[in-house]
């Protein structure tokens, strides 16, 4: 029987815990709290790496955003539940507050 080498996709797939809609990542995490695999040149960002495999390149200055809320401190990395949202540009306040500083002397 011929024995083929293990994909990055299965060794990626073999870590990760289908919950419901989510891919729950059960690997290793990085310090900064990133879901890695580690390989023989270092380790893989999981999020971007899966996402590629399904999208193509991350767009250059642009970051993988997940579009719904973290349970708890389970990191999903579902690529469908990822968007790529610029890097730069005006910082959205999670509060929903505008994006200005609000000073005593700048009341008119
Ligand atoms: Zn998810």
């Not at 011929?2 to 815990?17: H, V």
């Amino acid at each position: 029987m011929e024995r083929r080498p293990i994909t990055q996709a299965e060794r990626l797939g073999a870590r990760i815990e289908v919950r419901g809609n989510c891919w729950i990542w059960s690997g290793t995490y990085a310090a900064n709290g990133y879901p890695v695999l580690t390989t023989s040149s270092g380790n893989l960002s999981v999020i971007p790496a899966l996402w590629e495999q399904k999208n193509g390149p991350v767009p250059k200055g642009e970051v993988l955003i997940c579009t719904h809320t973290r349970a708890g401190s389970d990191v999903c990395v579902n690529p469908a539940h990822y968007r790529p949202r610029p890097l730069k540009g005006p910082r959205r306040d999670p509060f929903g507050r505008k994006d200005r500083h609000t000073h005593e002397g700048d009341r008119q």
